[in-house]
């Protein structure tokens, strides 16, 4: 047995002791319920068109955090109620109204008195809000804020069983993830918190690591004070417009419902998890002017990780991992800085704002041209400006943003109309010019860039009928210039179908069609030939509740791709989960397993996994095999959680699996995650 199975049988029986002690430590109480928070991001996961491109773990965050610590609705801000995506502007408005009016809300239940507010989005909201007499905060808030603020540490460990080829004599730390978080929240005025993580493959506490952690961030954050509404110090996030100039937090792109609000306004936030490369380091604040217009200001610097060429900087790499010699020689090799802010004025039914930001780098910036990438920006200095709007009428509402680039533009326009409250419609228009180019832009795009793009997207729901509930989809795009493995400007298609169907709580089914045609260099052409290609995708989802304590959730998926003079290629998969949380024990269980069987990367699948804490796991499957995976979570009362998962996956196509470095010489791969949150 050698040094690193010992390592990991060691660490196996550890964390075995280390489970069974805290069981014994802890009697049996009511655990806190965190199964629907879960069921309704995963519904919406489900319901989302673009897996690939989705940051699930930002908004897991926020709305845990408001599951955990409820708004109050009576001294709830616009900016707050936004960050609910499922609310739409008539409704968040609707409830502002209604305190304004009618005084302090005395139960949440009153909200089936506010005109627009239906029974879904009602169900959707209870669990993140509560109705609360106004606190009466002392002269001293400084000292209030310090003293009735609550803690929270969050440990995470990730340990494979088994070795990729990249540890034999290639990465330079041990394969275990581990992270540690501690955060101080008051309220919803003061948030404060360190995190270090390291990658798997990353050493800790020598070589380039000798201050322990690979990645280390502080947060400061200061909102709702007065007329100062928001102050940050350390990492940050910015939301403004329509995302086409900054976006560095969570975009749901096309989702499968016009309820969502795609688009958010929520200008600074605090950036506290691990993602090493979307978000912002320095100072940022917003100050109302007056009640209807407010102005935002931020200064970033921050180093990047990029490949050098003499003293040119050729590439900018966003992963965060420095697992090998030639990965730490990237880290660091340049410093961004960054300087903008937004002007914006809100009104009852009209808003506007100007957003403007600079970027700077040391080194100049020249990345290796390809005939896709010709367009790419270049030099030392950027920047990005635009405005946005957005227009609220009885029953249309208009929003869009114009934003210029260095070099090119773009615009984002939609329209959307409510014949009824149960039947709506949507039109949006983008036009992404070949050489427009943002860092940290992120808006609804067919592609992963904002940038050689236009296209008309249209959209009807109606929930007309009872217990039904019908979406449609069209979207139509052109790509003006080249592409990866298209060498011509192209054009595609992108259609979708939903009917959802739910005659009670405890039931629910829908079935999802997409298809897609786009166009492709042949492999092997060079260019020379390009066909055209067909994706057809299905999904049938079954949820059944017959208890509050027991839920199971049946999943089905076939897709096929095909080119035109070639075979047509299938796969699909088959997902059985049973969540259980024990009604006379604070413990929730949660089994899933999964057949799938793709014949190749096009036809890949992707199954949605329960996660730890604050993450959401959908990895996706090629070849033929078995997905299982195993959560168990004990809750003491609200003070201490530990969750432990083990999950394997089985291919009975391949005798091994990944390819390079990432090569695991098995037909399998088992995984152990831990974590640990104690609150005080």
């Known amino acids: 047995m050698n040094v690193h199975q010992l390592f990991i049988k060691g660490l196996n029986i550890g964390s075995l002791f280390f489970v069974l002690a805290i069981s014994s430590l802890c009697s049996a109480q009511s655990v ?17 068109e673009d897996e690939e491109n989705i940051n699930w773990d930002q908004l897991l965050e926020e709305l845990s955090n408001y599951k955990e610590n409820p708004l109050n609705l009576n001294i709830a801000t ?10 739409s502007a008539i409704q968040i408005e609707n409830i502002l109204a209604y305190v304004y009016i009618k005084g302090q809300m005395q139960t949440i239940h009153e909200l089936l008195l506010i005109e627009e507010m239906d029974k879904k989005s009602i169900d959707r909201l209870i669990p993140f809000v509560c109705a609360l007499p106004i606190p009466n905060i002392p002269s001293s808030q400084w000292k209030y804020l310090l003293k009735y603020g609550k803690s929270e540490i969050i440990s995470r460990i990730d340990i494979p069983l088994y070795q990729r080829k990249g540890y034999e004599d290639t990465y330079l ?32 506490g020598a070589l380039h690591n000798k201050k322990g952690y690979d990645f280390y961030g502080a947060w400061i954050l200061l909102q709702n004070m007065g007329r100062l509404k928001t102050l940050s110090f350390g990492n940050y996030r910015l939301k403004f417009g329509q995302g086409l100039i900054l976006n560095s937090g969570f975009m749901n792109g096309k989702s499968l419902t016009l309820q969502q609000k795609p688009f958010q306004n929520q200008g600074i936030y605090k950036h506290s998890s691990s993602d090493e490369y979307n978000y912002f380091r320095g100072v940022a604040t917003t100050i109302s002017l ?8 931020f200064y970033s610097h921050r180093y990047v990780d990029g490949t050098l060429q003499s003293d040119t900087l050729i590439s900018i790499n966003k992963t965060g991992l420095h697992r090998t010699e030639s990965e730490v020689q990237r880290k660091n090799n340049a ?110 795009s067919e592609g992963s860039r904002i940038q050689n793009e236009n296209g008309w997207y249209a959209a009807l729901e109606c929930t007309e009928l009872r217990n039904w509930r019908f979406f449609s989809s069209i979207d139509l795009f052109s790509f003006p210039w080249w592409r990866y493995r298209i060498s011509k400007p ?57 208890q509050s304590y027991i839920s199971f959730r049946t999943m089905a998926d076939y897709n096929q791709f095909y080119i035109t003079g070639h075979s047509l290629n299938r796969g699909y998969q088959f997902t059985q989960r049973i969540s259980c949380q024990l ?48 959560l168990l979570r004990y809750d003491y009362k609200k003070y201490a959680m530990l969750i432990l998962k083990i999950g394997e996956t089985i291919y009975h196509d391949r005798d091994e699996t990944g390819t390079g470095y990432e090569l695991i010489s098995s037909n399998h791969k088992t995984d152990i995650q831990m974590q640990l949150r104690l609150k005080f």
């Open 290 to 297: 007056s009640n209807r217009i407010s102005l935002s200001g």
């Open 173 to 204: 730390g041990p394969p275990v993830y581990h992270s540690v978080r501690y955060s101080y929240q008051s309220g919803n005025h003061l948030y404060a918190g360190i995190i270090g993580e390291k990658d798997a493959g990353e050493p800790f």
């Open 490 to 546: 192209s054009q595609g298609i992108d259609y979708t179908f939903l009917t959802e169907y739910s005659p009670k709580r405890t039931f629910n089914i829908r079935f999802i069609y997409r298809m897609k045609k786009k166009e492709r260099d042949l492999t092997g052409s060079s260019g020379e030939i390009i066909l055209p290609n067909w994706h057809h995708r299905f999904r049938l989802n079954l949820t059944y509740s017959p």
């Open 78 to 87: 616009k900016e707050e109620l936004e960050q609910f995506t499922f609310l």
């Open 32 to 48: 806190y319920d965190n199964n629907y928070l879960i069921n309704f991001l995963e519904d919406d996961f489900l319901q989302c």
């Open 583 to 630: 009604p006379f024990f604070p413990i929730q269980i949660n089994g899933q397993i999964s057949y799938f069987n793709s014949t190749d990367y096009d036809t890949r699948v992707y199954i949605p996994e329960r996660g730890l804490l604050n993450t959401f796991y959908t990895p996706s499957f090629s070849g033929k095999g078995f997905r299982y995976s195993f």
């Open 335 to 444: 410093t961004l800085q960054m300087t903008g802010g937004n002007l914006h004025y809100k009104g009852n039914r009209f808003r506007i704002g100007i957003t403007g930001i600079y970027y700077f780098l040391n080194r100049t910036y020249y990345p290796l041209s390809s005939d896709y990438t010709k367009y790419n920006i270049n030099g030392k200095q950027f920047y990005n400006i635009g405005i946005d709007y957005a227009l609220r009428l009885p029953k249309l509402s208009f929003e869009g943003e114009f934003a210029k680039s260095s070099q090119g533009m773009a615009s984002l326009n939609k329209v959307q109309y409510s014949l009824t409250q149960n039947l709506q419609a949507m039109l949006l228009h983008r036009y992404y010019a070949h050489n427009y180019w943002s860092l940290y832009g992120h808006a609804f």
